[in-house]
């Protein structure tokens, strides 16, 4: 099996915009990809593509992913669309990893789009509604909001988590997020701000809870007998892992953990022959701000219960010995379903090539993404490391 890397990534902004569509939002995130890579990489050169997409409001469901990749101009390369909810472009730099490692590919083009803003209120909050169960959950009036705070209410009734806690999780990212030219909402918020808001789902406030958006990501893998080509200073996917779980929260024994996230962390840090105090920062999944907190245990950034902690002591804070969410998070940057893992794969390209400005991690050599479907029916989550040009192949 094959080393992989990571030679380039690239997003639009994220947000609401009604004057963009589907493909021109994935044509600025193809070509900024594209203009990431340091020694230039000719569209021609892709082999395959591999999309991840929700499909929101379904204007092109059927043949989205092939949709995007002929309006970029990759005519004739085979292109796989993923859906796997929220996790759907995780998913995708999976396959593309895959592909390369085993050797039916040297560069493959793994993204994700996702507009959903185009569509109604109504249709937004059904689709929405089917990242979860729908038969049981959906149907029977639980929102995905509600689901989450039923996560949160378990949490902190057994370990004593706060909504002062919650909120600490909001402030932080969106001062991350303020940093972040692409994110959807880019400004700051105070504690005050965050617990004052009003109630989504008790004990969710308003800024506990991501927004939706419109947008896109890319990323661009190779193989070890090609890097040299691009980069000078590649980026090595070390470990990849994956889990899933029963769809529906209800059917779960704990509400307090995400079991799929578990088994993804523990593969993708097997592969890697690393443990989780190891990682120099992590993108996780925290489309509401108890997610967040469930990652820094389903990770093993800490023990059980003590997430909460690790928040108020200021360990995941971009000074902290362990900054999370450094690009603002789904909380700030934005959640455009299927381009988020992928945008999370961009936040780790910008922080290991030094390239993320004013929320860059001194020193950062290992980075951590952790992309999660819906309440946790899959995850997936990936370690990137920086490796010396001379032990490629070695």
Same mark, same amino acid.
């Given at each position: 099996?094959?080393?992989?890397?990571?030679?380039?990534?690239?997003?639009?902004?994220?947000?609401?915009?009604?004057?963009?569509?589907?493909?021109?939002?994935?044509?600025?995130?193809?070509?900024?990809?594209?203009?990431? &890579?340091?020694?230039?990489?000719?569209?021609?050169?892709?082999?395959?593509?591999?999309?991840?997409?929700?499909?929101?409001?379904?204007?092109? +469901?059927?043949?989205?992913?092939?949709?995007?990749?002929?309006?970029?101009? +990759?005519?004739?390369?085979?292109?796989?669309?993923?859906?796997?909810?929220?996790?759907?472009?995780?998913?995708?730099?999976?396959?593309?990893?895959?592909?390369?490692?085993?050797?039916?590919?040297?560069?493959?083009?793994?993204?994700?789009?996702?507009?959903?803003?185009?569509?109604?209120?109504?249709?937004? *909050?059904?689709?929405?509604?089917?990242?979860?169960?729908?038969?049981?959950?959906?149907?029977?009036?639980?929102?995905?909001?509600?689901?989450?705070?039923?996560?949160?209410?378990?949490?902190?009734?057994?370990?004593?988590?706060?909504?002062?806690?919650?909120? *600490?999780?909001?402030?932080?990212?969106?001062?991350?997020?303020?940093?972040?030219?692409?994110?959807?909402?880019?400004?700051?918020?105070?504690?005050?701000?965050?617990?004052?808001?009003?109630?989504?789902?008790?004990?969710?406030?308003?800024?506990?809870?991501?927004?939706?958006?419109?947008?896109?990501?890319?990323?661009?893998?190779?193989?070890?007998?090609?890097?040299?080509?691009?980069?000078?200073?590649?980026?090595?996917?070390?470990?990849?892992?994956?889990?899933?779980?029963?769809?529906?929260?209800?059917?779960?024994?704990?509400?307090?953990?995400?079991?799929?996230?578990?088994?993804?962390?523990?593969?993708?840090?097997?592969?890697?022959?690393?443990?989780?105090?190891?990682?120099?920062?992590?993108?996780?999944?925290?489309?509401?701000?108890?997610?967040?907190?469930?990652?820094?245990?389903?990770?093993?950034?800490?023990?059980?219960?003590?997430?909460?902690?690790?928040?108020?002591?200021?360990?995941?804070?971009?000074?902290?010995?362990?900054?999370?969410?450094?690009?603002?998070?789904?909380?700030?940057?934005?959640?455009?379903?299927?381009?988020?893992?992928?945008?999370?794969?961009?936040?780790?390209?910008?922080?290991?090539?030094?390239?993320?400005?004013?929320?860059? &991690?001194?020193?950062?050599?290992?980075? +951590?993404?952790?992309?999660?479907?819906?309440?946790?029916?899959?995850?997936?989550?990936?370690?990137?490391?920086?490796?010396?040009?001379?032990?490629?192949?070695?």
């Amino acid at each position: 099996m094959r080393e992989v890397y990571l030679v380039g990534a690239g997003q639009s902004d994220f947000g609401a915009f009604p004057e963009e569509s589907y493909r021109t939002l994935f044509q600025t995130a193809f070509e900024a990809a594209i203009g990431s &890579v340091p020694r230039g990489l000719e569209p021609e050169a892709i082999d395959e593509a591999v999309i991840g997409t929700l499909g929101v409001g379904g204007r092109q +469901l059927g043949l989205s992913g092939p949709a995007v990749t002929e309006h970029v101009g +990759l005519h004739g390369v085979p292109c796989t669309r993923v859906e796997n909810a929220c996790a759907a472009s995780g998913f995708a730099v999976r396959n593309a990893v895959q592909a390369v490692r085993s050797g039916m590919a040297d560069v493959v083009l793994a993204g994700g789009f996702e507009v959903m803003s185009d569509t109604s209120a109504d249709a937004t *909050k059904y689709w929405l509604g089917v990242s979860g169960e729908t038969e049981w959950e959906r149907l029977s009036g639980t929102t995905f909001s509600g689901t989450y705070a039923q996560m949160a209410s378990v949490h902190m009734e057994r370990y004593g988590t706060t909504r002062e806690q919650l909120s *600490k999780v909001a402030v932080k990212n969106h001062a991350n997020g303020a940093a972040n030219p692409h994110a959807q909402l880019g400004f700051e918020c105070s504690l005050e701000d965050a617990e004052s808001a009003p109630v989504v789902a008790d004990p969710l406030t308003l800024y506990h809870c991501c927004p939706t958006s419109d947008g896109a990501a890319c990323a661009l893998i190779v193989s070890e007998d090609v890097v040299a080509e691009y980069t000078d200073d590649p980026i090595r996917i070390a470990g990849v892992g994956a889990g899933s779980d029963r769809v529906g929260l209800f059917q779960r024994a704990d509400f307090a953990s995400i079991p799929a996230s578990e088994r993804a962390a523990e593969g993708a840090y097997e592969m890697a022959g690393i443990a989780p105090r190891d990682v120099d920062f992590a993108e996780v999944h925290d489309c509401f701000s108890i997610a967040e907190l469930l990652a820094y245990e389903d990770l093993g950034f800490c023990d059980r219960g003590d997430a909460g902690e690790l928040i108020d002591d200021g360990t995941t804070t971009l000074e902290g010995d362990l900054p999370v969410n450094t690009s603002g998070g789904l909380k700030s940057k934005g959640h455009p379903i299927g381009a988020t893992g992928a945008g999370q794969v961009v936040e780790a390209f910008k922080q290991l090539s030094g390239t993320a400005g004013d929320r860059q &991690v001194e020193g950062a050599r290992r980075g +951590l993404t952790h992309n999660v479907g819906g309440s946790g029916g899959a995850a997936v989550v990936h370690v990137f490391e920086r490796q010396p040009l001379e032990e490629v192949g070695a």
